[in-house]
């Protein structure tokens, strides 16, 4: 398996346009992680699906924030519109199921808003 | 809420020494504990768990004590090497929130040729 993939790798864009950052976890796990890491705050988590429904988004930022997961092999984070301070790296995980707590992480984005 | 502290870094040793990582917890329930690395340019891997009092996580000749008595769970090393430079994150999971996992701040370890 090719574990997570996650894109782009980078983004660079300007203040209030959108950002829309993709994920395709491992095949057959049914578990999804959205986590932002900065210097700052260390790795937070931002939302968490299981079986493709989202269980727990409180650590989303703001309402400029959204997250869907269509499919058991996609999900989407979006910015809308973007700010400075999103600037981060942004990691997408995913776990057998939710009760496994082995998470296999992706590469990241590395996302800089000018 | 649960919470985990570890000791700031960068950690700077040479090859060959014996390497100590701090990391101490406040939960409400009884956590799972896990040490995971992030090699540059990656993400994180789970290095070692335990799920219970005195349990000893071990994997690559690392090695964690979940230490219930003093919330800890050190990592620790014997013999250190170059390929070991990474980014170390100890975390919990605990039942009475939710089984989410929360990451200590990490901790940065250059190892010296």
Same mark, same amino acid.
């Given at each position: 398996?090719?574990?997570?993939?996650?894109?782009?790798?980078?983004?660079?864009?300007?203040?209030?346009?959108?950002?829309?950052?993709?994920?395709?976890?491992?095949?057959?796990?049914?578990?999804?992680?959205?986590?932002?890491?900065?210097?700052?705050?260390?790795?937070?988590?931002?939302?968490?699906?299981?079986?493709?429904?989202?269980?727990?988004?409180?650590?989303?930022? $703001?309402? &400029?924030? @959204? +997250?869907?997961?269509?499919? =058991? %092999?996609?999900?989407?984070?979006?910015?809308?519109?973007? $700010?400075? &301070?999103? @600037? +981060?790296?942004?990691?997408? =995980? %995913?776990?057998?199921?939710?009760?496994?707590?082995?998470?296999?992480?992706?590469?990241?984005?590395?996302?800089?808003?000018? | 809420?649960?919470?985990?502290?570890?000791?700031?870094?960068?950690?700077?040793?040479?090859?060959?020494?014996?390497?100590?990582?701090?990391?101490?917890?406040?939960?409400?329930?009884?956590?799972?504990?896990?040490?995971?690395?992030?090699?540059?340019?990656?993400?994180?891997?789970?290095?070692?768990?335990?799920?219970?009092?005195?349990?000893?996580?071990?994997?690559?000749?690392?090695?964690?004590?979940?230490?219930?008595?003093?919330?800890?769970?050190?990592?620790?090393?014997?013999?250190?090497?170059?390929?070991?430079?990474?980014?170390?994150?100890?975390?919990?999971?605990?039942?009475?929130?939710?089984?989410?996992?929360?990451?200590?701040?990490?901790?940065?370890?250059?190892?010296?040729?």
């Amino acid at each position: 398996d090719a574990g997570v993939i996650q894109s782009p790798r980078h983004e660079v864009t300007e203040m209030g346009q959108e950002v829309t950052l993709r994920c395709k976890p491992i095949s057959g796990h049914n578990s999804l992680f959205w986590y932002r890491q900065t210097m700052m705050r260390g790795l937070e988590l931002l939302i968490y699906f299981n079986n493709n429904v989202p269980i727990d988004d409180s650590g989303m930022p $703001e309402d &400029r924030f @959204s +997250a869907k997961m269509p499919n =058991a %092999s996609f999900s989407t984070l979006k910015i809308q519109p973007s $700010e400075p &301070r999103d @600037s +981060a790296v942004y990691f997408c =995980a %995913s776990s057998l199921d939710w009760g496994e707590r082995k998470l296999f992480f992706g590469s990241g984005t590395q996302l800089s808003v000018l | 809420g649960d919470s985990v502290t570890q000791m700031e870094g960068p950690v700077t040793l040479s090859e060959e020494a014996f390497l100590t990582i701090n990391c101490t917890y406040t939960a409400t329930g009884y956590p799972s504990l896990f040490w995971y690395v992030q090699y540059p340019g990656e993400g994180l891997q789970l290095l070692l768990k335990a799920t219970k009092a005195d349990d000893k996580g071990s994997n690559k000749g690392f090695e964690a004590t979940y230490r219930k008595e003093t919330t800890s769970f050190h990592l620790e090393k014997g013999s250190v090497q170059v390929s070991d430079s990474a980014v170390y994150f100890c975390a919990l999971s605990d039942q009475q929130e939710d089984d989410k996992i929360i990451f200590g701040k990490g901790t940065r370890l250059h190892i010296l040729p």
